[in-house]
C-alpha cells in the first residue's frame, strides 16, 4: 500500500495531465474530421475541448507547484545563503497558500450556486458542476502540494540540507 501511495504522489497529476490531454486531441480530431470531410459539427465538441482544457491547465497548475516549475524571477537566488534561500521559498509558499486557500472558498462557492440552482452547459446539457469544479479541484492539489512543499523546506531548513528548487530550463 505505501508503494501505490508513493506512486500516486508522484505520478497523480501526470495521469491526469495525460488524460485530459488526450480526450481533449482526441475530441478536437474527430471535430474536424467531422467538419471538413462531412461539412457537420457539433456543439458538445467546443464544450468537451473547453473543459478539458480548463481542468488541464489547473491540474498542471498544481503539477508546477509540486515541481516548483512554475515562473519566477530567481537572479536574487544565486546571491542569497541557502538558509536565506530556504526562507525565501518558504515565506513564497506561504503567501501561496493564503491565496490559495482564498482562491479555493470562493471557487467552492460558485460551485455550491451553480448546485443550487442547476444550471447545465449549453451543448452537452450535463450539470455545470462537473465542469466548475475543476477550480476547487485545481486549487485544493495546490494546497495540498505546498503543504508538501513547505514541510519539504521546513526540514531542508532544520536539516541544512540545499532547499529544493525544482528543475531548471536554462542551466
Known sequence: MGHFLSNLNKNAERWALLFFYVFL?????????????????SIWGEEIVRYSFIYLAWIGAASAVRERAHIR?????????SRTKALLYI????????????????S????????EFGSVSHGLR?????????????FALIVFRLSQSLLRDINDLRNGTPVYEGDKLFD
Request: net charge negative.
Open 25 to 41: 486531441v482526441a475530441t478536437m480530431f474527430i471535430e474536424v474530421i467531422r467538419r471538413e470531410v462531412f461539412s457537420y459539427s
Open 73 to 81: 524571477i530567481d537572479v536574487l537566488m544565486h546571491y542569497v545563503s
Open 91 to 106: 515565506f513564497g509558499d506561504l503567501v501561496m497558500f493564503a491565496v490559495a486557500l482564498v482562491a479555493l472558498y470562493w
Open 108 to 115: 467552492f462557492e460558485t460551485v455550491m450556486v451553480s448546485w
Open 126 to 138: 450535463v450539470s455545470m458542476v462537473w465542469f466548475l469544479s475543476a477550480v476547487p479541484i485545481g
